[in-house]
């Protein structure tokens, strides 16, 4: 997962491979995000409603397509 965009309101990550959104979990800080709620998906960009603090652990778990 690599940072590709930070805005104060919101954060946009880039996944490598192409994934399912049905087999998908985001972590932040090892607390499972909500989709919709915390993150949205497009494509393979994952949108994080609002951005991470520096120092906070973003995780993700997915099966690669």
Known sequence: LSLHDALPI???F???NLF???NFA???????QRLE???????QKIILI????VGEKITV?????
Do not use: C, F, K
């Open 20 to 22: 399912s959104a049905n």
């Open 37 to 43: 709620e915390d993150y949205q998906i497009s494509g």
């Open 50 to 53: 609002v951005s991470p603090s």
């Open 26 to 32: 985001l972590y932040l800080n090892g607390v499972l």
């Open 10 to 12: 919101y954060a946009i």
């Open 61 to 65: 778990s997915y099966i690669i397509l």
């Open 14 to 16: 880039t996944v490598q």
